[in-house]
């Protein structure tokens, strides 16, 4: 069986303004989306910033969906139909490839394709150089620290939410930790070439050596859009 016949799979990170929440939940359920977590968070932007720049709040809607890579262009493009990622806070999206998931979930996923008429268009705003996302957890009220940190080294912005830990034995034996309940977890979608830059530097300010006892790591992105309209960095008068 030649490479090209087997199927990949994704998962699709939709950080969209929570005033668009509908658009999204209705989008990836007319997708037949088997797999779809939904839930909200909030950006970094000062509210005056939303003010000025005349666009929503900073409370976001943050979903996660598993699909076929086919899928997630699609749903990526009718997004981009449906919502203008030209304006700045409106919201991005990225997905990330799945190494292996279950056989009962690839038949789910496959019966949803069957039955989802889509085109061939190819996804029409990809990244132009390759992105990562990167991950924070750390100990809750540290959120202001991480970004301070990250924009440092380079990030635009980024996305939080409330998270509860569990922890091992083996996190308080080899990581010299106790799991806090409330966590939170931070996501930052950067170019490939300043992803070191501000994982050591959100390390070096809420690492495990700290008390924000935080952890970071990284994920490789497919495909995304909305990166054309990301918040620069904007001090406030």
């Known amino acids: 069986m030649g490479e090209s016949s087997v199927t990949k799979y994704e998962a699709l990170i939709a950080i969209m303004d929570y005033d668009s929440r509908d658009v999204l939940i209705k989008l ?3 997708c037949n989306t088997p797999v779809f977590l939904f839930t909200h968070g909030y950006g970094t932007a ?3 910033i939303y003010e000025i720049l005349g666009y929503g709040g900073p409370k976001k809607a943050i979903s996660l969906s598993l699909q076929t890579e086919k899928m997630s262009q699609y749903i990526l493009n009718q997004l981009q139909q449906e919502i203008d990622f030209s304006k700045p806070g409106t919201g991005i999206a990225c997905t990330i490839s799945l190494s292996s998931i279950s056989s009962a979930l690839s038949m789910t996923i496959m019966r949803a394709m069957e039955n ?3 085109g061939s268009d190819e996804v029409t705003a990809s990244p132009k150089e390759a992105y990562h996302l990167i991950v924070t957890i750390v100990n809750s009220g540290y959120f202001e620290q991480v970004m301070e940190a990250a924009k440092a080294a380079g990030a635009t ?5 409330h998270a509860h830990g569990f922890g091992s034995k ?3 034996k080899y990581l010299g930790i106790t799991i806090q309940p409330e966590k939170d977890l931070v996501l930052i979608l950067a170019p490939q070439e300043k992803r070191r830059a501000i994982m050591e530097s ?3 300010k809420v690492g495990l050596n700290t008390e924000g006892m935080g952890i970071c790591f990284s994920l490789p992105v497919n495909h995304a859009i909305g990166l054309e309209a990301v918040l620069e960095n904007i001090d406030e008068p």
């Open 116 to 118: 989802l008429e889509m």
């Open 202 to 204: 959100i390390t070096h």
């Open 170 to 172: 083996e996190a308080i």
């Open 157 to 161: 912005g980024g996305t939080f939410l």
């Open 28 to 30: 990836l359920q007319k």
């Open 46 to 48: 000062e509210s005056v």
